[in-house]
């Protein structure tokens, strides 16, 4: 009995470890893409490389997507579509992407997420309302030292 409960203990630790190593957290549509570093530039012809760089790892980083992977991501994509892909059952829960975005966004950049929700908000619309060149400085965070 404790000989099969050791082999089941060390098989739910293999299949999380190969979970952890072989998921980018880039939902399927979005990771058979070439990079869309292209297509920020056009669309934002004003803005440096490195705004648009910070600013999808940023996204990245609050939906658990490897820094890596951000440039797979369009100006044209939709934030629920995007987060849709990751969960496409209602049942599973969420790991409170939008939650991180909207600190991280109203922290770095002073942007409230809720002011400019709206169903169809695309990375790039959210991309306008940044700052130029990232100039937003951060105050501190009340209780922080």
Known sequence: MQTDTLFLVLGAVVVFLAAGLFDTGVPRVYRKRHCQGR????????????????????????????????????????????YRARYPSRLLPDALEFEALEQDLRYKHGIALADVWHDRLTLGDLFRKVPPNNSFKPTPLRGAA
């Open 39 to 82: 297509e920020w530039r056009r669309c934002f012809p004003d803005s440096s490389k490195q705004s648009i760089r910070q600013f999808l790892d940023l996204f990245a980083s609050s939906f658990a997507i490897k820094s890596r992977h951000a440039l797979k991501f369009s100006p044209d994509d939709e934030l629920l579509a995007i």
